[in-house]
């Protein structure tokens, strides 16, 4: 019986899923050509990314965590501060604050995962805050001003990304490189020992599952990709600041991932699409983004709380 | 007169900090911990309700001219009040969900209040003056202790303890020990569990507003005086364990006080010394220090 399952999760895409991503590839690599803003679509990359790491954890795993943004920032910090005051070239600052990040998340991790639920909630978010004081005074990241102006340098030493068409390929392909690795893990044996241990722990262990080593490598993981969103991000502005390790930070790219659709592969994708596209035109707005955000928040949990790709997988009876 | 090489003055100021601060944790804390037993959710808007509390005191005295012993009345009451209106319209419909839904919820109603009071009053804080009863103090003779201190210790101590005697020690808190554990049979003994699942919600965000007045005179006034403090106050709840309200009341005492002690010896560690000792806890005793590990 378990290995059938394991054959089918192997196998694992379905025509749907498949078209699906064609299509969101498709967009990706069309958008820019037909006039939608680059940097505003790296954004949006770098966010999905993000959210679908987040989304490991939560979606297939049940764990809701609240301090995500301790990844995004630690990597940033990282990469911005390779690149700029050690000279880094991209692919390797990138690469080091992709390491920074799964550290943190190995650190982190071992705390977190002694308790579930709601204390893991409040446990993800007390040891971010923690991280977010410690960039506040260390003297590396510049505290208020954070690291600015950091080079984009050249990849490999032969593309030149100061300019948006030689950024732009870099972040498609790291988003989508990070896109079809989550899919994989999802589809993988040890997605589908992560589901079970979500549904029911007790079972899982039961079965000879060592639950906490699963729920340990899930959460490393998703650090790990949240870190190459991060590390990418911080080059693409060429910036790293405070603002992406604070729990505003955190509490947004759950808003992402519960806007899109928990536990879906997609829906943190739309989710992303969809927030940031509202910061861009609620920009002048000010404070009222925050309510805006809150008013989301309390219509998706007591309403819609499949998210959109969820409401439309519901609808086709296809998961997506 | 020194102490390991520190001023007595300072060492005994940055005390009394932080046990002032140390009040605020237990009142807090002890909310959350009421909220969680019967609700099972924990309560993300309780940062934003103890700014609330503060913001009606504000308001009261400066729209109606009532001043600080009225909002120490009416705050809690008022926020209360809006509180039970959110169980009931909200939280409610969400009992039979995972319980994470909860805590997204009320997350989302905290940014809406405190945006909201940011778009209406900015962020810098607005000064809310301690009452004419309450100003100067006494000379202890090794430090100076400010009337309105010594009464934010005092009374948070006998809020605390007023709290841990009705819910240990009578009727109508053995009814809600008892629906804590097996509400579906407390009901079927008559008693109406929704309505008092409501007045328990509401009588923990009064906690909250009731600590957001007190807060008032000694921290300014402003929508993100909560925000912060509801981070560290979750990190005093995963340290003491939310089975014992006495323990809460201990651990947010305790903790108010090595944080003060941390300014004195090591003011870098000050705001991360909670989160430390926290994880500390974690890894020798899990389940809290008053907890137990369901």
Known sequence: MASDTYAAAAKGVSRHQAIAFALMLAFFVIAPVAGLYPVFLMKVMCFALFACAFNLLIGFGGLLSFGHAMFLGTAGYASAHAAKVWGFPPELAILFATACAALLGLVTGLLAIRRQGIYFAMITLALAQMVYFFYLQAPFTGGEDGIQAVQRGKLFGLVELGTAAGMYPLVLAVFIGGFLLIWRIVHSPFGQVLKAIRENEARATSLGYDTDRYKLVAYVLSATLSGLAGGTKALVFQLASLTDVYWTMSGEVVLMTLVGGLGTLFGPVVGAAIIISMQNYLAQIGAWVTVVQGAIFVVCVMAFRRGVVGEIAHWMKKPL | ?294
């Open chain 2, 1 to 294: 007169m020194e102490i390991f090489g520190i001023p007595t003055q300072a060492l005994f100021g940055q005390l009394l900090i932080g046990l002032i601060n140390g009040s605020f944790y237990a009142l807090l804390s002890l909310g959350l911990a009421v909220i969680f037993g019967l609700l099972n959710i924990i309560n993300f808007t309780h940062g934003a309700q103890y700014m609330m509390g503060a913001f009606v005191a504000y308001l009261l005295l400066n729209k109606l001219g009532l001043g600080y012993w009225w909002a120490l009345l009416f705050a809690p009451i008022a926020v209360g009040a809006t509180g039970m209106v959110i169980e009931r319209l909200m939280l409610s419909k969400l009992y039979k969900l995972d319980h994470l839904y909860g805590l997204l919820l009320t997350f989302g109603i905290a940014l809406i209040m405190e945006g909201l009071f940011r778009n209406e009053y900015g962020s810098s804080g607005l000064p809310y003056p301690a009452p004419s009863q309450l100003t100067g103090g006494q000379n202890l003779g090794f430090m100076f202790l400010p009337n309105y201190r010594a009464w934010v210790i005092v009374a948070s101590l006998i809020v605390c303890l007023g709290t841990w005697y009705a819910i240990e020690r009578t009727r109508l808190g053995a009814y809600l020990r008892a629906a804590t554990e097996n509400p579906q049979l407390v009901q079927a003994f008559g008693i109406n569990v929704p309505r008092m699942i409501t007045l328990t919600y509401g009588f923990g965000v009064a906690l909250a507003a009731f600590a957001g007045v007190m807060a008032a005179p000694i921290y300014q006034v402003s929508p993100q005086m909560g925000a912060n403090l509801i981070i560290v106050v979750f990190a005093v709840v995963v340290i003491g364990g939310m089975g014992s309200i006495l323990g809460s009341v201990v651990t947010g005492f305790g903790l108010g006080l090595i944080e003060g002690l941390t300014k004195v010896f090591y003011p870098e560690a000050s705001n991360t010394v909670i989160f430390v000792i926290m994880a500390i806890v974690l890894l020798i005793k899990p389940a809290g220090l008053f907890g137990t590990q369901k």
